[in-house]
């Protein structure tokens, strides 16, 4: 199987500006988790996606958004960037179902930097 | 907060020798699971090991090994006759509560591989 994949890989974007992340998960996982790492926060979790729907968010701002489509792809969308939102931006997908979390798989990241 | 504690900003251990990395994590939940994720250079988050909180058998994966203290609430990694291909940032990472939290995550140890 495919593993994850995340597109782009890198960007570069100017404060104020908005970016778009997309995730497709491994063939047959409904759950797409995403998570921030910076060196002074670590990893942090943003949200997940299951069925089209959010499950559970996690301690951001309501700059940072997201949604899954009916394939299970997610995306993830921060407006008005601040230069703190200058990270590596992980995407997850899991088999989770019934309320089972199982183990995450991660994609290879985004790296944002916000000038 | 919940948190998961990593004691061990880095670690080195001689070629083929075994290295045991700490990890406590803080819970009120009785159904949890307990996950070590390495991060190589690339960046890229890669599963180690899992442990289910109800299982009293620690898991095993090849050279990886866990020791799990559940009343101490304590996790370590066994890694066995390290490899050079080993030298990576270690995750230790607590999934609970539904996952309304997602994994979270220590801050990390940075294992060196001496050849």
């Known amino acids: 199987k495919a593993g994850v994949t995340q597109t782009p890989r890198y960007l570069i974007k100017t404060r104020g500006q908005q970016v778009t992340l997309s995730c497709s998960p491994i063939s047959g996982h409904r759950s797409v988790s995403w998570y921030q790492q910076t060196p002074g926060q670590g990893l942090q979790f943003l949200f997940e996606?299951?069925?089209?729907?959010?499950?559970n968010k996690g301690n951001f701002p309501g700059r940072f958004s997201g949604r899954q489509f009916s394939n299970s792809r997610s995306e993830m969308n921060v407006s008005t960037l601040e230069l703190g939102d200058s990270a590596l931006y992980l995407c997850?997908?899991?088999?989770?179902?019934?309320?089972?979390?199982?183990?995450?798989?991660f994609g290879p990241g985004t790296r944002l930097t916000v000038t | 907060a919940q948190t998961v504690t990593q004691s061990q900003p880095e670690m080195s251990v001689q070629e083929a020798e075994t290295v045991t990395l700490s990890c406590t994590y803080d819970t009120s939940e009785s159904d949890y699971y307990l996950f070590w994720y390495k991060q190589p250079p690339s960046r890229q988050m890669i599963l180690v090991i899992r442990?289910?909180?109800?299982?009293?058998q620690n898991a095993t994966e090849n050279r990886f090994s866990v020791n799990f203290q559940k009343a101490a609430k304590s996790f370590s990694l066994k890694i066995s006759d390290s490899q050079l291909g080993d030298a990576a940032m270690y995750f230790c990472a607590r999934y609970s509560g539904g996952g309304a939290d997602g994994l979270t995550f220590g801050k990390g140890t940075h294992l060196i591989i001496q050849p």
């Open positions: 996606y299951f069925s089209e729907t959010q499950r």
């Open positions: 997850a997908s899991s088999p989770r179902d019934r309320g089972y979390p199982y183990e995450q798989y």
């Open positions: 442990q289910e909180a109800y299982k009293q």
